[in-house]
């Protein structure tokens, strides 16, 4: 979590020039604030607040993936679900939202081939991406898929996923 705050932090940190978009950035920089120290209520009013003032695209895409991790981490699931999707269509090359959001429909109960999907967008983005190969593995074993599933739970643990080792052997035997 605190690599997802410190990317939101480092990205809202840049500099925008009119009033406007400075209005926009405070109410993401402070967002970004209140999710380091937990407060997700009060980050998702900031996050809110930012999208709506602001008309740019990469503070729009920033703004609603903070609102919709705020909104993982209290429970709204739809209402995260919702958010990462719109941080998809404001950019769609980011493995973090892709990641979430799978990891969003498997709390939602959603078909392991729809969280497999989203898995493999950000495994295509960052290649190394270690607990996105690990979270693709357990949704392939949900789907019966076994060869698939070890073959990302290893691929995970070879990664330095060490939290992958005791699902490879319950799965697959030895890692």
């Not at 209005?23 to 009060?42: P, V």
């Not at 939602?108 to 270690?130: C, G, M, Q, T, V």
Request: glycine share 6%; net charge neutral.
């Amino acid at each position: 979590m605190k690599s997802i705050i410190i990317l939101l932090t480092f990205f809202l940190c840049l500099g925008l020039q009119d009033t406007h978009s400075q209005t926009a950035l405070e109410f993401a920089r402070m967002g970004s604030a209140k999710l380091e120290i937990g407060d997700y209520e009060a980050a998702i009013d900031d996050f809110s607040n930012a999208i709506r003032l602001q008309p740019d695209y990469d503070i729009l895409y920033r703004a609603y993936f903070g609102r919709g991790f705020a909104k993982f981490q209290i429970g709204d699931y739809e209402g995260a679900k919702t958010d990462f999707d719109r941080s998809i269509r404001q950019y769609s090359n980011d493995p973090e939202v892709y990641f979430w959001r799978a990891y969003t429909k498997y709390r939602l109960r959603y078909s392991a081939s729809s969280e497999i999907a989203d898995y493999n967008r950000a495994i295509l983005l960052n290649p190394n991406y270690a607990e996105a190969y690990f979270n693709r593995g357990q949704a392939h074993i949900k789907n019966r898929q076994l060869r698939a599933g070890c073959r990302d739970l290893r691929k995970a643990y070879e990664l330095g996923y060490e939290e992958a080792e005791p699902h490879i052997r319950i799965h697959c035997g030895e890692p």
